[in-house]
């Protein structure tokens, strides 16, 4: 149904949700994207003032270990934010390989290890996705150490994917399970819920369905797309 200016706004069943509009997901998706990358980016303008310090050569050295540790996590944030929330080009499949590449940039600046196991030698826009946001995700949940460890088996016409995030005191944000449930935001911060209120809408719009399953030291994500 294409919108007109005479057009009547669509009014929510009783007692459902409200509606999110699309350029609410946006302006959150680019919020959260600007808070990943402005850490790095700050360190690199306060490593430079320091190269710029009279007073402060003796740090010479600490600055430019600063600007080299933050140049290198933009650019891994950056490549892996293309793929992750972008279109990524015209590109419709991609080198797990390659996506193993990405993850394992971003899981160089966490605590946590990854540990990628993916049959398939390529997979869809929409997997692919999944694979590094779920990915990220499980990063984020082992705030003190622990292992991702990423599976994706294709049944058939489906694709399976799994996402393990073990390791002591892992925990799942309540607003992450919100979001890759569909639910709205409610209490909680917008930056986490957004990624997974994403996920949520992309797996959906391929046909697929996403799930969460939360335990003491372990949570497993589990999504099915078509492959």
Not at 30 to 45: L, T
Not at 192 to 219: P, S
Request: proline share 6%.
């Amino acid at each position: 149904m294409t919108d007109t200016p005479d057009a009547a706004p669509e009014v929510p069943p009783a007692g459902s949700a409200p509606a999110i509009r699309t350029a609410e997901i946006a302006a959150y998706l680019a919020a959260r994207m600007c808070h990943d990358f402005i850490s790095p980016a700050s360190a690199i303008v306060s490593g430079l003032d320091l190269l710029e310090d009279p007073s402060a050569q003796d740090m010479r050295d600490d600055a430019m270990s600063l600007i080299a540790t933050s140049a290198r996590k933009l650019a891994d944030l950056l490549a892996f934010c293309r793929v992750a929330f972008g279109a990524s080009a015209s590109a419709e499949t991609f080198d797990v390989r390659e996506l193993e590449k990405l993850a394992q940039g971003v899981f160089g600046h966490m605590r946590a290890e990854l540990n990628w196991t993916v049959e398939a030698p390529a997979v869809n826009k929409p997997a692919a996705r999944t694979l590094l946001n779920l990915a990220q995700m499980a990063g984020a949940a082992l705030p003190t150490g622990g292992t991702a460890r990423v599976r994706a088996v294709q049944e058939g016409a489906s694709l399976a994917l799994a996402v393990e995030a073990v390791g002591p005191r892992a925990r799942l944000r309540p607003e992450v399970l919100r979001g890759l449930q569909g639910e709205a935001l409610g209490e909680g911060l917008h930056g986490h819920w957004v990624q997974a209120y994403y996920v949520h809408l992309f797996v959906t719009d391929a046909g697929g369905r996403v799930f969460v399953d939360v335990n003491e030291e372990r949570i497993v994500f589990a999504a099915t797309l078509p492959a």
